[in-house]
């Protein structure tokens, strides 16, 4: 099945820092979704983006499905933003191949 | 309703007991998934359901984890003589098309 690799693994900025969050992925995908988990664990569906860029806020990603990576672009970070993101990929269905995600911590 | 609903929201059990977790998708969602989510790590997936096809059962760790889903809305996952190591967060999440995945809050359940 297809592998999902996230990096770093962990990242801890001070507040008004921006970071870029990598998803790469072994096999060709028609779907690819960023997540983020916060400290209570809800998950909140961040952007799907099986190529291309797209902006939301302070918050971006870019696909490169030729070279099959991602990457999610925060800026001006704030203390909400801490917690877990996901990057999720699947082919030809729904049935989504999550990345072990990236913990950001963000100090006040 | 406006999200995906999952109840119990907290289980503890004890060995060797059966348990049964509900999730409520958002209505008209034609896709319903669990995910499993063990302490510190990713989500693992255990079923999907879409439509009124035969559920993808390729996740589920072993015969005493079963799914269903009545009418196309409401699932029940069924995990028959609990042990400690089912464990984790039980996940589900519904949508329509790709892209659209929701999640639901979750069941922590605790096998003792």
């Known amino acids: 099945g297809i592998q999902v690799e996230q990096s770093p693994p962990d990242l801890i900025l001070q507040e008004g820092a921006n970071s870029t969050l990598r998803c790469n992925f072994s096999d060709s995908v028609n779907n690819l979704q960023w997540f983020h988990q916060n400290p209570w664990g809800q998950l909140i569906n961040l952007f799907y983006i099986p190529s291309g860029t797209k902006q939301n806020g302070r918050l971006s990603a870019t696909t490169v499905a030729t070279e099959r990576y991602s990457l999610l672009y925060i800026s001006s970070s704030q203390t909400t933003d801490s917690g877990v993101y996901f990057c999720a990929v699947s082919f030809g269905n729904e049935k989504l191949t999550f990345g072990t995600g990236t913990r950001l911590t963000i100090i006040p | 309703g406006a999200g995906v609903s999952q109840s119990p929201s907290n289980k503890v059990t004890e060995k060797g007991k059966d348990v049964e977790l509900r999730c409520d998708p958002i209505?008209?969602?034609?896709?319903l998934y669990w995910y499993r989510q063990s302490l510190g790590q990713g989500l693992e997936f255990l079923i999907y359901f879409q439509g009124n096809s035969a559920p993808d059962k390729s996740g589920l760790p072993s015969d005493r984890f079963s799914a269903e889903r009545t009418g196309g809305s409401v699932s029940t996952l069924t995990i028959q003589r609990t042990q400690q190591e089912d464990s984790a967060v039980y996940l589900c999440?519904?949508?329509?098309?790709?892209?659209?995945?929701?999640f639901g809050s979750g069941t922590r359940l605790t096998v003792v």
């Open positions: 209505s008209g969602h034609t896709a």
């Open positions: 999440a519904s949508s329509l098309g790709l892209g659209s995945y929701t």
